[in-house]
């Protein structure tokens, strides 16, 4: 077999160490990791970590919760009770079962929210870092309408989203691409999960890596970025509703609503570089859980650390790299002295030698290689005089590789050992970017790339980005890596200290409080117009709560069912349409409908009103007003809301926002009450459409109504001049304002 020797370069103060083959040497590795790289086992990593997976909201946490369930409401039994205060009741809904289909009765488990909360976060924390893989979801009600996965690899402190999820991406997360293009790393927003059918066990999937995507490198910043996390975030953003929860908010309407969760996978496997086959427990997590994946690698090839990110002493003389594919095997070296990696060494020799270095070399007695004059200089204040040292510079960052000056030349403006940064590099040893710069890198000419900020997105007064990672630092409502967008539900990226101003939509007018980033403008219902959908179109009208009306006295009526009409002169109005039906005990209305735009649950409500009777009531009072304290322990102090939202309702109401359709006969204008839609009526003329004469009145025209001649009723056949009389009137004069005319003139 073949081994690792050594041979020797003389340098100074240190000796390099180039490897060489030497036979009967034996390997450390067992077969199978040596010549690539190793993998670790895949698994659920939520086996063993249920103390770390948490959720804001959960059913039943404070007591017990009644919900029903949508499927079932045509069944006796439709609604049940939600108990979570202790895991072992079986009625809890905690979200440590989504580990397990069943319990151990054999029952079904799942994790539940509580009635009618939309924001809702389902969180695992990791003790260390992780490769991840994958996710699956299996809902036991609806899937939610909108949901994001969001992933942190530095435990929490910063976030990044993996995947959107919607039934409508334009509509909820419009700055989001929905078309892949060809980017392993593009975030996208997907729609294919988030349907309202099924209604029961419909599954969420989502992949790291896109099979049809190739990978061509799997160990690339870009790569590793989205494998690597340390937690993993699922917010579930809007539920799937049938409506009627816009139209009434009693607490039974919302308790049908909820997420409802049967199992979570999150499939990954301990993060080792390629550098480990197993992994074992971290300190202090559970050691004895049948199927647990563990945090800690059991490095091989020289590695070590808790995810083989480093390699062991005396094993340096190659520098550290992810294992696998063409490039030689990192972290080479033989235990002959204490040494640690010098790319310096490295560089003087044409990467001929590794950079391992002895570190017991002192005084620089050896003979020096004139490669390496370059990378060394005459100290001022050296123990041995002539003694030479090594530059301290950082070959990535500072000009040729990291030489220095080696000697000092006021004159020429040179200093003993002081390194030559490249252009947008800083710092005495040329390792970190100037302000305003980012990503030291050794291939760049100039060692930094400039910042890519927006600057009416940035800070002022402040480093515009990240050094290393090249993200912007962004005002409040600004977001974006180069902070060149708003937040959602902000717009208008200017110079202000906030960045963007508020999209302020209106919560009746608008689909949603998210508006279009460059003018503002809320995404409206049908019909509804403004910046902030705060205004109804001309010709349109916001549907008030009773729209849908149907009066009794155009209903078919039983024998028994008399209709009275009533003039609104000298009475206050209590009532709409020409008046009542008077329905006595045993007799009954139908109404005809035909108008109701889809099926769901409505709730009728019936206007009435008893028999007339007026009373006079005096009241006196016995003292002055005033007020005091009616319990014991009442403080006296009077307390409201501290932040109220109001909307009008209708515009949520079916149909949102009809038309106006104002009768042109009965009307004077086409355009109508953009609240109620009443059409402004001509004289006598009565409806929201001004489409029939008020009580009393006849003659329905381009005039509107009249009650300028009496409704003479001549005979009980009636009278062509006059119009037909309604019954067996006997020849007499009837005054208007007592029976009402019929609409062509007939009395009534």
């Not at 770390?52 to 009644?66: F, R, V």
């Not at 594919?325 to 310096?344: I, N, Y």
């Not at 040893?429 to 927006?454: I, N, V």
């Amino acid at each position: 077999m073949w081994g690792l020797g050594l041979s020797l370069c003389q340098t100074a103060p240190a000796l390099c160490l180039s490897p060489v083959q030497v036979p009967g040497a034996a390997s450390q590795d067992k077969p199978g990791c040596s010549a690539g790289s190793c993998h670790p086992a895949t698994g659920n990593l939520l086996i063993g970590r249920a103390q770390n997976l948490s959720a804001t909201s959960t059913c039943g946490l404070w007591g017990p919760q009644e919900y029903c369930i949508v499927s079932h409401l045509q069944d006796s039994e439709k609604c049940f009770s939600c108990d979570s205060r202790s895991p072992s009741l079986h009625n809890s809904h905690r979200i440590q079962n989504v580990l397990y289909l069943s319990g151990r009765d054999g029952h079904p488990t799942w994790w539940q929210s509580e009635n009618g909360v939309e924001h809702v976060s389902i969180r695992l924390d990791l003790e260390a870092e992780f490769h991840f893989t994958h996710l699956i979801m299996k809902f036991k009600t609806f899937r939610p309408a909108a949901m994001l996965i969001e992933r942190s690899a530095d435990f929490g402190r910063t976030w990044k989203v993996y995947r959107y999820f919607a039934y409508n991406c334009s509509r909820l997360f419009p700055a989001v691409a929905v078309q892949a293009s060809g980017r392993v790393d593009q975030v996208l927003c997907e729609q294919r999960y988030s349907e309202i059918e099924p209604s029961s066990h419909g599954e969420v999937i989502f992949k790291v890596l896109d099979p049809s995507i190739p990978v061509e490198d799997p160990y690339s910043p870009a790569i590793q970025d989205l494998l690597r996390v340390t937690n993993l975030r699922v917010n579930l953003t809007k539920l799937h509703t049938l409506g009627d929860n816009l139209l009434d908010s009693r607490r039974e309407i919302q308790e049908k609503y909820y997420y409802a969760l049967y199992e979570l996978v999150l499939r990954g496997s301990c993060f080792c570089y390629g550098h480990a086959s197993e992994c074992a427990p971290v300190p202090g997590a559970q050691a004895n859980v049948e199927g647990m994946i563990h945090g800690r690698c059991v490095c091989r090839h020289h590695t070590t650390g808790l995810n083989c990110e480093r390699c062991q002493d005396f094993y340096q003389d190659r520098p550290w790299r992810p294992a696998g594919g063409t490039d030689p095997p990192a972290c080479q070296g033989e235990r002959h002295s204490r040494r640690a990696f010098d790319m310096a060494c490295t560089v003087a020799t044409g990467n001929a030698s590794g950079g391992g270095v002895c570190d017991d070399c002192q005084h620089n007695t050896m003979p020096q290689l004139p490669a390496l004059q370059t990378l060394l200089y005459t100290g001022p204040a050296a123990d041995i005089p002539g003694q030479q040292r090594s530059c301290d510079c950082d070959p990535v960052g500072s000009l040729d590789g990291g030489v220095c000056d080696s000697h000092t030349d006021v004159a020429l403006g040179m200093i003993a050992g002081q390194c030559r940064c490249k252009e947008h590099v800083q710092g005495v040893r040329c390792d970190s970017c100037k302000e305003a710069f980012y990503g030291l890198s050794r291939t760049d000419p100039q060692g930094c790339q400039p910042c890519r900020c927006d600057p009416r997105g940035i800070i002022a007064g402040s480093p515009p980005c990240d050094h290393i990672s090249g993200d912007c630092y962004c005002k409040r409502f600004v977001s974006g890596r180069y902070c060149n967008q708003c937040l959602p539900e902000f717009w208008g990226l200017s110079n202000d200290m906030a960045g963007c101003r508020s999209c302020a939509c209106d919560f009746g007018g608008a689909y949603s409080n998210r508006c279009s980033m460059e003018d503002g403008l809320c995404p409206c219902r049908p019909h509804l117009i403004g910046r902030q959908c705060d205004q109804v179109q001309p010709g349109y009208f916001c549907a008030p709560l009773d729209y849908y009306s149907y009066e009794a006295e155009h209903a078919t009526g039983h024998p028994d069912v008399e209709v009275v009409s009533r003039e609104h002169a000298g009475h206050m109005i209590t009532w709409t349409g020409p008046g009542f039906a008077r329905v006595r005990d045993g007799a009954g209305l139908s109404f005809h409908i035909s108008n109701i735009p889809y099926a769901m649950e409505y709730d009728i409500l019936i206007r009435y009103e008893p028999e007339d009777w007026e009373a006079s009531v005096s009241v006196s009072p016995t003292g002055a007003p005033g007020w005091g304290p009616s319990l014991p322990g009442c403080s006296g102090q009077w307390g409201g809301p501290t932040s109220c939202l109001s909307f009008p309702m209708s515009t949520t109401n079916p149909p949102p926002s009809p038309a106006c359709q104002c009768d042109p006969q009965g009307s004077t204008s086409s355009m109508c009450q953009p609240v109620g839609g009443q059409c402004t009526c001509k004289p006598h003329v009565i409806g929201r459409r001004c489409d029939q004469c008020a009580p009393g009145t006849y003659g329905f025209g381009p005039s509107g109504c009249s009650r300028e001649y009496l409704c003479v009723c001549l005979s009980a056949l009636g009278s062509p001049a006059m119009g037909d009389c309604h019954g067996a009137a006997r020849p007499r004069d009837v005054s208007p304002f007592t029976p009402a005319c019929a609409p062509l003139g007939g009395c009534s």
